[in-house]
């Protein structure tokens, strides 16, 4: 069992920053791979991020390369999404997921999913 408790979201103009986290508990934080994954209303849940168990890898959507960074600190059981240079188009709740158990970008290969943290960019 793993339990997900995203913060950090809220309201934020174009070009505005903003830094998620997602505080995990359970299992061994070290031993799975971490998401996040977003939905606007009336939109599918879409992927956002994802990384690797040791934070050696990330794989991110084309929607937000260049742009949002994931990272997580094992020693904390916690990880980030760091979103620079936000559009009125990341408007949406976010989520934080883990493990995955297949493909990052498809939302039935993670197991637990957190609550979620709203997130709404303004022009």
């Known amino acids: 069992q793993v339990q997900l408790a995203e913060s950090g979201g809220g309201l934020a103009q174009t070009g505005d920053s903003l830094r998620l986290s997602c505080a995990a508990s359970?299992?061994?934080?070290?031993?799975?791979?971490m998401g996040w994954f977003r939905q606007a209303p009336g939109k599918e849940r879409e992927f956002v991020a994802g990384?690797?168990?040791?934070?050696?890898?990330?794989l991110y959507a084309d929607s937000v390369k260049g742009r949002f960074i994931i990272s997580r600190d094992n020693a904390k059981n916690m990880v980030y999404l760091q979103m620079n240079s936000l559009k009125v188009e990341d408007t949406a709740v976010y989520y934080c997921?883990?493990?995955?158990?297949?493909?990052?970008?498809?939302?039935?290969?993670?197991?637990?999913w957190g609550p979620g943290t709203q997130v709404t960019v303004s022009s």
């Open positions: 990384i690797t168990r040791e934070g050696d890898m990330a």
């Open positions: 359970g299992r061994a934080f070290n031993s799975y791979s």
């Open positions: 997921t883990g493990p995955a158990s297949g493909n990052y970008d498809n939302p039935e290969s993670w197991d637990y």
